[in-house]
Nanobody, 124 residues
Framework: QVRLVESGGGLVQAGGSRRLSCAVSGLTFNTHSMGWFRQGLGKEREFVVT????????QYADSVKGRFTISRDYAKNTLYLQMDNLKPEDTAIYYCAADDTWLPSTTWISYAYWGQGTQVTVSS
């Protein structure tokens, strides 16, 4: 059974940092590409970053490029999202997602597996 569990959300001041974790079971990073998505209140779910199962190639949304970093710990089977220089517009529920595609999509509907999400709130 596949399970993705996010943690690490919370309240942070603008300019601060936060690291999100996604503990993964039932699949591995060799079999599945991964992604982080977010959904603000009243907004559509949007792509943040993906990482390919094939070679670790990453894709970042322009809005987070240079501020967010995705990484994987194979030993712990855990996905991370390091978020630096946070802005109020980064406030959202953050979700990790997995799919067995070689080339991960930036479209959320393409992903088969999802976590429950973790709330990140950035105060100004």
């Amino acid at each position: 059974q596949v399970r993705l569990v996010e943690s690490g959300g919370g309240l942070v001041q603008a300019g601060g940092s936060r690291r999100l974790s996604c503990a993964v079971s039932g699949l591995t990073f060799n079999t599945h590409s991964m992604g982080w998505f977010r959904q603000g209140l009243g907004k559509e779910r949007e792509f943040v970053v993906t990482i390919s199962r094939a070679d670790g190639t990453t894709q970042y949304a322009d809005s987070v490029k240079g501020r967010f970093t995705i990484s994987r710990d194979y030993a712990k089977n855990t996905l991370y999202l390091q978020m630096d220089n946070l802005k109020p517009e980064d406030t959202a529920i953050y979700y990790c997602a997995a799919d067995d595609t070689w080339l991960p999509s930036t479209t959320w509907i393409s992903y088969a597996y999802w976590g429950q999400g973790t709330q990140v709130t950035v105060s100004s």
